[in-house]
């Protein structure tokens, strides 16, 4: 039997997920749902119909797993509460700071409706948040570090277009080497947002627009760029279609620890992500939660869980029997 997916959203992400339902035999589309005129949107599954976001209730014997495909500042913080009444649900919820609270509020909903909810899923939080927990867990006295990039930044990106005069624009987020070399050496510097990235944004501005004034809004804007060496470049548009279409994006998370009675050895652990598309790696590791999720349901569980919940095994399509024989 078919695991039957929701999407709530049709963006980039939501895209993703379709995509990726179409590369997992176990998995079917079984609906869209969208705050848009469904008859404007046109989805790449036939046969799958696209469904009004308010009228998503009345599916909730048809879809096993729904997969919210909203932002993390204004919409999954509301959605996914919400949907866990009906559904079993997985977001990819990415404010880290605001995740403990997240959790709280969508595991009491959950709970109280016999739902299973993951979380944050994706790759940070996500992949590189189980890479931290693993490496913490092995090598206890040593550092954690997270490099960003090079990638675009979608929420940066969002901020620098929001900007009086701006037309369009991408930041990429850029590790700094001198930094990131020196943790794969085994050092344990510390590290202040300056000294291990840098951003880089790419603008098009519109016609008779202060660049002036627009790139020192972007160098002193708090919480975005003011904390971090940054450099503008004004392009024109037919160079931003060009060279910046894509969303790329990756990183790297590295523990750098000692073992011995002295500490007299030094280990490094390394996982790393090189991604052409941000939102269509992010869709299939949200994928493989949706199972997670079905699996867990099926089993009784209820609640909201994070990756660090999961069995490695409920993410993956192939049997205990053959992750033994091929994987172990």
């Known amino acids: 039997m078919s695991i039957r997916i929701g999407i ?3 963006g980039n992400l939501g895209r993703g997920i379709e995509c990726a339902i179409r590369q997992n035999p176990d998995m079917e589309l079984a609906a869209v749902f969208t705050r848009r005129a469904p008859e404007a949107l046109r989805i790449l599954t036939e046969g799958v119909k696209v469904y009004p976001a308010a009228d998503a209730h009345l599916f909730k014997d048809a879809i096993d797993v729904l997969i919210l495909c909203g932002g993390s500042a204004t919409d999954l913080p509301i959605q996914t509460p919400a949907f866990a009444k009906d559904f079993c ?3 990819s919820f990415d404010t880290h700071a605001k995740i403990p609270s997240h959790f709280a509020n969508v595991d009491e909903i959950a709970k109280q ?3 299973v909810a993951i979380i944050s899923c994706g790759w940070d939080p996500g992949m590189f948040s189980l890479s931290r927990l693993y490496a913490e867990a092995i090598l206890p ?3 954690n570090y997270t490099f960003w990039g090079k990638g675009v930044s979608q929420g940066h990106s969002d901020a620098i277009r929001r900007i009086d005069g701006v037309l369009t624009a991408k930041q990429y987020t850029v590790p700094i080497e001198e930094a990131v070399t020196a943790v794969r050496e085994g050092h344990t510097p510390t590290l202040s947002p300056r ?5 880089e944004c790419f603008v098009v501005d519109k016609e008779g627009a202060d660049t002036a004034l627009i790139e020192q809004t972007i160098k002193t804007m708090p919480n975005y ?3 971090y060496d940054t450099t503008v470049h004004f392009i024109t548009l037919e ?5 910046h279409a894509g969303i790329p994006h990756g990183g790297t998370v590295i523990r750098a620890g000692k073992t011995g009675w002295e500490e007299e050895n030094t280990h490094v652990v390394e996982y790393s992500l090189k991604l052409d598309s941000n939102p269509e790696f992010t869709a299939s590791v949200i994928l493989a939660c949706a199972r997670a999720a079905y699996r867990l349901k099926r089993e009784g569980a209820f609640g909201c869980k994070t990756v660090f919940d999961i069995p490695p095994a409920y993410l993956s399509p192939k ?7 091929t994987l172990l």
């Open 225 to 227: 760029f003011a904390d």
């Open 141 to 143: 006295n040593g550092t």
């Open 195 to 199: 000294q291990s990235h840098l951003r």
């Open 113 to 115: 409706n016999g739902t």
């Open 239 to 243: 160079e931003f279609n060009r060279d």
């Open 319 to 325: 049997s205990p029997e053959e992750l033994r024989q």
């Open 8 to 10: 709530m959203g049709y």
């Open 89 to 91: 649900v997985v977001d």
